[in-house]
């Protein structure tokens, strides 16, 4: 008899509504010492809180390359991702040559304008005019590097490259012995390490052309094109830029309606997310993820834009 009540239970268990339907998801994060690491805890609570049927648990990994190869093993759900190192591995270009991945985009979370500062008393208003002197692209190996002279050979631009580490850039700058570097900025503000050189030595921002802009959108698909309005700092008019955005990706072989859940519970918030990661307070995702997607929509991301009404660009439906 007691047998029988245990089968009937378990079978009981077994057929309900939320054991049929729960699904387990990892998210590969990044470190855990990085802000986006909270962000993604954030997310985690989210997809568990207002995801009817998933349950999401978030992983510690090497960021965007690593995720981006976890998913392909099958070892992730879904990851952060930059959307100029995705829109690579759905080309399979740079480091993915030959060996193309099937990812679609589900939300972009923070943008990295790409900003060109220079010394106000430099003798340089534009793009071309840093021909000749001596200017840090990025820091030493990072993203802002290789991506400025990847703009800068796409525009036929150069200028005498100067390497080091943030400390030693902004120091040279204060010092006058560089004209400039590019700095991610932050939404759209200008990055601390910026505004501490602006407290003591005028500055400007180098926008792009408008014929430099249209190159970059039609030559640099890893990449977008951004209008940055008047006030990034005091006395900063507006201007245009480049950018990448920070994301979150999955493999296309993700069902439809797991995606939609998904991303239905993340724009459906308006607090831990800003809470998690503080620059995202007032930010709009879904505007964002249009502005700075590089690789096609998953179809139930897609369904809960176009629910919404947007207008989603024609490389973000991929057509």
Do not use: C
């Amino acid at each position: 008899m007691k047998y029988t009540l245990a089968a009937l239970l378990s079978a009981t268990l077994l057929a309900s509504p939320l054991a049929a339907q729960e699904k387990d998801l990892l998210i590969g994060s990044t470190s855990a010492s990085s802000s986006h690491y909270g962000y993604f805890v954030a997310v985690g609570q989210l997809i568990n809180e207002k995801a009817e049927g998933l349950k999401a648990s978030v992983v510690e990994t090497g960021a965007t390359m690593d995720n981006i190869r976890r998913m392909a093993r099958g070892q992730i759900d879904l990851g952060l991702v930059t959307t100029n190192a995705v829109q690579h591995a759905d080309a399979g270009t740079n480091a993915f040559e030959s060996n193309p991945q099937d990812l679609r985009l589900l939300w972009v979370y923070t943008n990295a304008p790409q900003n060109v500062i220079v010394r106000a008393d430099s003798g340089v208003d534009s793009l071309e005019g840093l021909k000749g002197k001596r200017f840090n692209p990025g820091i030493k190996g990072g993203s802002t590097e290789a991506t400025t002279e990847a703009v800068f050979d796409t525009l036929g631009l150069s200028a005498d490259y100067v390497r080091g580490s943030t400390t030693d850039i902004v120091g040279a700058i204060k010092d006058n012995r560089l004209a400039g570097y590019v700095k991610s900025g932050s939404g759209t503000k200008l990055d601390g390490s910026t505004m501490d050189i602006a407290v003591s030595t005028d500055i400007n921002v180098l926008g792009l052309s408008d014929a430099q802009a249209e190159k970059l959108r039609a030559d640099m698909p890893d990449i977008s094109v951004v209008n940055i309005p008047a006030g990034a700092a005091e006395g900063i008019p507006a201007y245009s830029t480049w950018a990448f955005g920070v994301g979150v990706a999955a493999p296309a072989s993700m069902d439809d309606e797991t995606a939609y859940k998904i991303v239905s519970a993340i724009m459906s918030d308006d607090t831990a997310q800003a809470n998690a990661m503080a620059s995202l307070k007032g930010a709009n995702l879904a505007q964002m993820t249009l502005d700075y997607g590089t690789v096609p929509l998953h179809p139930g991301a897609l369904r809960w834009f176009e629910e919404q009404g947007m207008d989603v660009p024609a490389k973000l439906k991929g057509e």
